[in-house]
C-alpha cells in the first residue's frame, strides 16, 4: 500500500472515531467541534429538501404503478437492512408476489460513460446493472455493491437491480420483469420514489449516536423524522429496549407498531466454497476475526461467546475490500497470535478475492433475522403489500 493512500485510511478511520464518538482523545474533541457547524447546516439542508418535496416544490415523486416498500434507517449503517430485506423479500414471494429490489449499489465499480462527439449528442440510456434476473447471478461483488450482491447470491426469485437512480430502475423492473412489488434498500432518504409502505430500522444498542447529523455524528436527518416510519424494527434487541428510546419513538410516532427483532447466526461457511458447518464449529478452539463493517462490535461479542478463546482481532472501513498482500499480513499475524481459525461476516466474505487461500481455516458466520417481538405486526405488514392496500403516510 502507498504511503499517501495509507494516510488517507488513517484519515478515514480516525473520522469515523469522531463520528462514531469511538475516538476520546483531545484532537478527536477538538475535530468534532469543527464539525458541529457543518451539522447544523446539513441539518438545515435535509429540512429544506424534506419541506420541498412533500410540498411537491421544485421536486416531484415519481409515481410508479407498482407497490413500493422503502427500507432505511435515520442513520449511517450497522443497523442490519439486508437480512431484513432478505426476510422481507422470502415472505412476500412465498405469498406470490414478484418482487424487484432496488439498490444503489453503494462503492460498487463505477460504468463509463460511453463518449458522443458533435454538436448536439445524442443522449444515451444506460440501463440499471441487473445484478440478479431472479434465476441467475449475473454481476460480483466489486460490480454489484456488497449488499446487492449478497441479496442476489441468498435470493433466488427475486430481482436485483444497482443504480443511483432507482426511478429509472424501478421503471426498468416493472416494463422488464413485470414485477408487482419494488423494495427500496437503504431508501429511506430517496425522496424521489415515495414509498407506500416505510419499514425503519434502528439498532437498538446505538439508536441515533450523539444525536448529531453528519459530519459530527451518524444521523442522516433529525429524530423527529421517525414520523415518516409506518413500522419501527428494533434490531440487535436481544435485552428489553430502554424507556428512553421507546419515549423517543411514541413521541414523535405515537400509533406505529414496533417489531423487536434480533440477528442470529445460522451456520458457518467456508469462504469460496459452499462447505457449512454447524454452530459447534469453534468450540474451544483459538479464534481470529475481522471485519469491515459499520459496527463491528455485535460480530465480535457473537464469535467470542461461541468460541473458546479470542486470540486476534483486526477491524477495517466499512466496505473495505480487501487484497491478497494485506490478507497474508493479517493471517499470519492470527497464526503468530496463536490463532488456528479466522472467522469474518458475510458481508466481508464478498468482498475477498475468490482465488484467495488462506494459511488457516477461513469461515464467514451466516446470519439471519429473527423476530422476538410483533411477529403478529410483521405478518400483517406482509399481508398489507399482499393485499395490495395502501396505508396512509407522510414524507
Known amino acids: ?82 437480512p431484513v430485506v432478505e426476510r422481507l423479500t422470502k415472505e412476500l414471494m412465498a405469498k406470490g408476489r414478484k418482487v424487484a429490489i432496488l439498490s444503489r ?6 460504468e463509463k460513460p460511453k463518449k458522443r462527439f458533435g454538436l448536439f449528442p445524442e443522449k444515451v440510456f444506460y ?8 434465476e441467475n447471478l449475473l454481476l460480483n461483488s466489486e460490480d454489484a455493491g456488497d449488499e ?25 423492473a416493472i416494463e422488464k420483469f413485470n414485477v408487482d412489488t419494488l423494495i427500496l434498500d437503504d431508501g429511506f432518504q430517496y425522496l424521489p420514489i415515495r414509498g407506500k409502505m416505510n419499514l425503519l430500522l434502528i439498532d437498538q444498542t446505538n439508536p441515533f449516536g450523539n444525536r448529531c447529523l453528519l459530519p459530527r455524528g451518524i444521523l442522516r436527518e433529525p429524530v423527529r423524522h421517525l414520523s415518516r416510519a409506518s413500522y419501527v424494527l428494533l434490531t440487535k ?27 442470529k447466526p445460522k451456520y458457518f461457511q467456508e469462504v469460496n466454497t459452499e462447505v457449512t ?60 497470535s496463536g490463532a488456528d481459525v479466522m472467522v469474518t461476516t458475510e458481508k466481508d466474505a464478498v468482498r475477498i478475492p475468490h482465488n484467495y487461500k488462506p494459511i488457516i481455516p477461513f469461515y464467514y458466520v451466516r446470519m439471519e433475522i429473527e423476530i422476538i417481538e410483533g411477529f403478529d405486526d410483521f405478518e400483517a405488514a406482509v399481508d398489507d403489500i399482499c393485499s395490495s392496500k395502501n396505508p396512509t403516510i407522510t414524507l
Open 1 to 82: 500500500m502507498s504511503e499517501s493512500k495509507s494516510k488517507w485510511n488513517a484519515f478515514e478511520s480516525f473520522v469515523e472515531g469522531v463520528i462514531y464518538d469511538r475516538d476520546l482523545s483531545v484532537s478527536a474533541r477538538l475535530f468534532g467541534l469543527f464539525l458541529k457547524p457543518f451539522s447544523i447546516l446539513f441539518s438545515g439542508i435535509v429540512r429544506l429538501r424534506l419541506f420541498l418535496y412533500r410540498n411537491q416544490i421544485f421536486f416531484k415523486n415519481k409515481p410508479l404503478d407498482c407497490f413500493v416498500i422503502v427500507v432505511g434507517n435515520l442513520t449511517v449503517g450497522g443497523t442490519g437492512k439486508t
Open 105 to 110: 449499489g453503494y462503492k460498487s465499480k463505477e
Open 127 to 134: 440501463p440499471p446493472k441487473i445484478v440478479s434476473d431472479g
Open 148 to 172: 446487492p450482491f449478497m441479496l442476489a447470491k441468498n435470493l433466488r426469485g427475486a430481482v436485483v437491480l444497482a443504480d443511483k437512480d432507482r426511478v429509472k430502475a424501478g421503471f426498468y
Open 237 to 263: 434487541s436481544d435485552l428489553d429496549p430502554e424507556l428512553e428510546l421507546l419515549e423517543t419513538i411514541r413521541k414523535y410516532n405515537p400509533s406505529v407498531e414496533i417489531i423487536r427483532c434480533v440477528h
Open 277 to 336: 458447518h454447524g454452530m459447534n464449529l469453534l468450540f474451544e478452539s483459538y479464534v481470529g476475526v475481522f471485519c469491515g463493517i459499520a459496527s463491528p462490535r455485535g460480530f465480535e461479542d457473537i464469535i467470542q461467546r461461541m468460541s473458546g478463546e479470542l486470540r486476534f482481532k483486526k477491524r477495517f472501513l466499512d466496505h473495505h475490500r480487501y487484497t491478497h498482500i494485506e490478507l497474508d499480513r493479517l493471517f499470519l499475524q492470527a497464526k503468530n
